[in-house]
C-alpha cells in the first residue's frame, strides 16, 4: 500500500487548505481511509476517516464543522478540505488506510496555521 499526501503548507488563522492523498497498491471493500495528525509534542490523532463499505464519516470534536472529507474512487483518492483554520490545527497530517487490522501510513504533509 503506497500512500501519498500533499497540499500542506502556512496558512493564516482562519483560513483553508485542501490536502489530498492518492492511494495505491490495494484493492479492497472493507478499509477506511482517511487522516491522522500529530502536532509537537502530543500523539498522533485521528482527524476524520471513511468507511469504504458504507462510505460514513468520522470526525474527529474539534474539527467538526470546519473539516470535510471526500474521496474520489475513480482515483483511488482521499482529500480533507480544512477551513477556519486555528493554530491549535497546526501540525503534521498523515494519510492512513486500514485495512484488516494493519495500518498503512503515507510521509507526512505539514500545516502550520500561523496567527
Known amino acids: 500500500v503506497q500512500l501519498q499526501a500533499s497540499g500542506g503548507g502556512l496558512v493564516q488563522s482562519g483560513g483553508s487548505l485542501r490536502l489530498s492523498c492518492a492511494a495505491s497498491?490495494?484493492?479492497?471493500?472493507?478499509?477506511?481511509i482517511g487522516w491522522f495528525r500529530q502536532a509537537p509534542g502530543k500523539e498522533r490523532e485521528a482527524v476524520s476517516l471513511?468507511?469504504?463499505?458504507?462510505?460514513?464519516?468520522h470526525y474527529a470534536d474539534v474539527v467538526k464543522g470546519r473539516f470535510t472529507i471526500s474521496r474520489d474512487n475513480a482515483k483511488n483518492a482521499v482529500y480533507l478540505q480544512m477551513s477556519s483554520l486555528k493554530r491549535e490545527d497546526t501540525a503534521v497530517y498523515y494519510c492512513?488506510?486500514?485495512?484488516?487490522?494493519?495500518?498503512?501510513w503515507g510521509k507526512g504533509t505539514l500545516v502550520t496555521v500561523s496567527s
Open positions: 492512513n488506510v486500514r485495512r484488516y487490522g494493519s495500518d498503512y
Open positions: 497498491g490495494f484493492s479492497s471493500d472493507y478499509y477506511t
Open positions: 471513511i468507511n469504504s463499505a458504507d462510505d460514513s464519516t
